[in-house]
């Protein structure tokens, strides 16, 4: 079950959470349909203590191997694990934040959160002094009686942010998190995120579309190659911390931008070749890309 | 965040200017243009009577409707009957929950089970309720007994499909997530997939009650002793044409007190679906 | 601006203010908010959620009134509280979760506004679009349906089939939300391209920074609710614009600039929307 960081006094919450996977692949095999090869003899580290972000196209096998790390999935061929141990069903060592929330709408807030507590058979005071903390830290503790159906979308992602963290996960899996919040709520959620993993340096690994985002957020930023998903470059994103929104609107940080644009329409025009609806898009880009339109007259 | 329909400057909570708020909602334009829909609809009535409009003559004015209820609500008979009808459907309802809920559940939770039973499930389902009445006055030994069981089947379909759709219709990542925190099988039926399937098992419950109604009161017309069915029936025989109305007006009543009913113990079962 | 040529379409926004007033509960949408936009000018609309962006586009599309205050358009009354113009072609609107016609292809739905109103008959309708979809490389594409296309391209449809009604003002309500990375750079990209070639006035609404420095002559930013105008910040770089002007140091200033005056809106409508939710 979950570890606690207080109890051997040494340890931080920072040096677990390494998770290892080996010549993963994973083929998905329909009756009638050609086999899908999402990942392909992949290997990769999520360093512990650090904020490793994944980027890469639709349909790259992100969310899979979200999947393989939480035990959701089992790789066809290759192993994953964590901290040395090989990984085989879902444990609470290893939370996900899902991409539309999965808090349960038929439960307040302060059941959601002390969901894993009261199944592990957690004393009821032990577990509302847990909550109590974890809700305040969050900003949630005068909403603890609400339901998620009457909170907004930054609160249910703050809800489920401490319904995982109260475990004291070695390693949080965040999917696409902030997807469909609004920009505002988005930025400050961010802002959130930064602030928390600053103060507890928990292992991270988070998977995002949207590149401001995973710039601002990561130490590590891992871009995936279409299918076959491998990863196809890390970049380190030496941007001091603490990091304030501000650090966006740096040479810098725009720099490291412009080459993860660079590395990401590669791979989408990859997807393009594979017939992706989606890659389309990247027409107009390689047509134009570098000289964009001529003045008119 | 503000993104709801939040407000900025609320007018104060004066006991005035709630009562302003009040009557602004009771003489809104929408109140006001149901009431006269309601008033145009009774003025053709009676026009349609006054004027012999062909194969509509027949119908009895509109204050001999109102003068038969007036007169029929202070009879105790007239209450027998709706207690008679609401007692039928509420036996047959019950059992076809009782029966349908479970039975829906673990065809939605377990694949090989529904593989065993749906198809069979799926000869029967088809069949209209209403055709079941010869068989089933055949087959149970009253009549009393047949008609319970006729608005069980009305109920019973309905609720099986919808609690086995509301279990499979439970979004994975819940399942997973549960799974993540520890949940052990038990926790995850209790906690996760009976009331992850409620809202549909409500949707059910309320489709079903006004598939009861339909099925009762053509039972009750074929079949029954008393019941709003059996009555309105009796008075076309006794060609008390104005009761006829009367009838058809309380088997309407019946029905929607019903389904308000359902949706009210939906409300009460289902706290988190209200919002704000 | 980019263009000296006479051009239609200025806007003129004087202490435009709306309350709504559903069942006696008043909202204060916007308050006294002035400002112009020049014929042909590339204006971009920031601000936090629901703080009352969309209400104005409402007003000078036509959709809603105010409620204070007049907008102008070439000179010409279109919205006071006595006086409300009706949606019309030479106003049109590209809104943020597409509006194509499924059950039409790429060139029906593009050439649908020009024939209904019969401005154009259907030759020269088919004729036109078939040059504007040339021009951003979209051939190939006018016989396929919505469904068929990725979202990214059924925005860029949906945009031309604004354009070839050739109006005096667009008006687009974060027409990209929800695209990713590489296809929202594909999009600005595509923009810049129309708007040199057939420059007009933009009214465009939108949470993306970047995209609001790198698209706009102006970004007007606008107070969580109700919306008063907070600053408007002139972009004064070059056109056409390539992605490589987000490293220099002049965006990275007016990024900063603008950055800071939203995010201060954003912090205020958070703590209002907190309070409000308690």
Redesign the interface.
């Known amino acids: 079950?979950s570890h606690s960081p207080s109890a051997g006094g040494k340890h931080s919450v920072g040096d677990f959470g390494e998770a290892r996977l080996e010549g993963v692949s994973m083929i998905y095999e329909q009756e009638g349909e050609e086999k899908l090869v999402a990942l392909e003899g992949l290997d990769f580290t999520v360093e512990k203590g650090k904020v490793t972000v994944l980027m890469g196209p639709t349909g790259c096998g992100k969310t899979v191997l979200i999947n393989l790390i939480?035990?959701?999935e089992q790789p066809t061929t290759g192993r994953v694990f964590l901290d040395g141990k090989p990984v085989q069903?879902?444990?609470?060592d290893?939370?996900?934040v899902?991409?539309?929330s999965?808090l349960?709408?038929?439960?307040?807030v302060h059941s959601n959160v002390t969901?894993?507590c009261q199944?592990?058979g957690m004393a009821e005071r032990e577990i509302n002094e847990k909550a109590k903390a974890i809700l305040k830290k969050v900003g949630l503790y005068e909403f603890q009686d609400k339901?998620?159906?009457?909170l907004?979308?930054?609160m249910q992602r703050r809800a489920e942010l401490a319904?995982a963290l109260i475990?004291d996960p070695k390693i949080m899996l965040m999917d696409e998190p902030f997807r469909g919040l609004?920009a505002?709520?988005r930025q400050l959620m961010q802002e959130f995120f930064v602030q928390l993993y600053e103060e507890e340096g928990r292992t991270n690994l988070f998977v995002t579309h949207e590149i401001d985002e995973a710039i601002f957020l990561a130490d590590r930023l891992a871009i995936m190659t279409f299918q076959p998903g491998k990863i196809k470059a890390i970049l380190e994103v030496d941007l001091p911390r603490p990091r304030q929104f501000k650090v966006m609107a740096t040479p810098e940080f725009m720099k490291i931008r412009s080459h993860a644009l660079d590395l990401l329409y590669e791979e989408s025009s990859k997807a393009l070749a594979a017939g992706q609806k989606s890659a389309f898009d990247l027409v107009g880009a390689l047509a134009s890309s570098k000289d964009s339109c001529q003045v008119p007259q | 965040?503000?993104?709801?329909t939040?407000?900025?400057?609320?007018?104060a909570k004066t006991p005035s200017g709630q009562l302003?708020?009040l009557c602004?909602?009771l003489f809104?334009m929408k109140n006001l243009r149901g009431l006269i829909s309601c008033v145009v609809f009774v003025a053709l009535w009676q026009m349609v009577i006054v004027f012999d409009i062909p194969y509509l003559k027949n119908l009895p004015f509109p204050h001999d409707v109102a003068a038969n209820a007036a007169s029929s609500a202070v009879t105790l008979e007239y209450w027998m009957h709706w207690a008679l009808s609401l007692f039928r459907i509420f036996v047959g309802f019950i059992i076809a929950q009782l029966l349908g809920v479970p039975l829906g559940l673990a065809m939605g939770i377990s694949k090989t089970f529904k593989e065993f039973s749906f198809p069979a499930f799926e000869i029967l389902r088809p069949i209209p309720p209403i055709a079941w009445i010869p068989l089933a006055i055949l087959f149970w030994p009253t009549r009393e007994l047949s008609i319970y069981f006729l608005v069980f089947i009305g109920a019973f379909y309905i609720q099986v499909i919808n609690s086995m759709q509301g279990v499979q219709n439970i979004?994975v990542?819940?399942k997973?997530?549960?799974?993540?925190?520890?949940?052990?099988p038990k926790?995850i039926f209790w906690?996760?997939l009976l009331?992850?399937s409620?809202p549909s098992i409500i949707t059910g419950m309320t489709v079903g009650m006004g598939v009861a109604w339909n099925v009762l009161i053509a039972a009750e017309m074929i079949a029954a002793k008393g019941g709003l069915g059996r009555t309105t029936w009796e008075s076309y025989t006794n060609h008390n044409i104005p009761f006829i109305v009367v009838g058809m007006v309380s088997i309407g009543l019946a029905g929607s007190l019903c389904s308000v009913l359902v949706r009210w113990v939906g409300k009460k079962a289902?706290?988190?679906?209200k919002?704000? | 601006m980019a263009n000296a040529k006479q051009l239609p379409g200025a806007i003129s926004v004087r202490h435009v203010s709306k309350v709504y007033d559903p069942?006696?509960?008043?909202?204060?949408?916007m308050r006294d908010c002035t400002f112009d936009i020049a014929p042909g000018e590339f204006t971009i609309i920031v601000g936090?959620?629901?703080c009352g962006k969309t209400t104005l586009l409402n007003a000078v599309a036509g959709f809603d009134n105010i409620t204070a205050g007049e907008i102008y358009l070439d000179g010409e009354l279109i919205s006071s509280p006595k006086h409300q113009i009706k949606p019309d072609v030479d106003r049109m609107v590209v809104f943020q979760n597409g509006a194509l016609f499924p059950w039409k292809t790429v060139m029906e739905n593009i050439t649908y506004g020009p024939i209904v109103q019969g401005s154009l008959n259907k030759a020269q309708a088919q004729a036109k679009a078939r040059q504007m979809l040339e021009m951003v490389c979209l051939n190939g594409m006018e016989d396929k349906y919505p469904e068929e296309l990725s979202s990214g391209v059924q925005r860029r449809v949906e945009i031309l089939r604004a354009l070839i009604n050739e109006p005096r003002v667009v008006m687009l309500d974060e027409p990209f939300r929800g695209l990713d990375a590489v296809a929202k750079t594909v999009m600005h990209e595509f923009l810049m391209q129309l708007f040199c070639n057939s420059p007009r006035t933009m009214f465009f609404i939108t949470h993306d920074l970047d995209e609001a420095i790198f698209l706009g002559h102006k970004v007007v930013i606008m107070t969580?609710?109700?919306a008063q105008i907070k600053k408007i910040v002139n972009v004064d770089l070059p056109w056409p614009r390539q992605h490589s002007v987000m490293n220099t140091k002049e965006y990275i200033d007016l990024k900063s600039e603008v950055m800071d005056a939203v995010h201060e809106e954003a912090i205020k409508?958070?703590e209002?929307?907190e309070r409000?939710?308690a």
């Open positions: 079950m939480a035990g959701y069903e879902p444990g609470c290893r939370l996900v899902f991409q539309e999965a349960f709408p038929w439960m307040t969901f894993g199944v592990q339901y998620p159906s009457q907004s979308g930054g319904r475990n609004d505002m709520t | 965040m503000s993104n709801s939040s407000i900025a400057m609320r007018p302003n708020i602004k909602k809104s979004s990542n819940l997973w997530a549960a799974f993540s925190l520890g949940a052990k926790d906690r996760i009331p992850g409620l289902m706290p988190w679906t919002k704000f | 069942e006696g509960v008043n909202v204060e949408a936090p959620s629901g969580t609710r109700p409508a958070f209002a929307g409000e939710m």
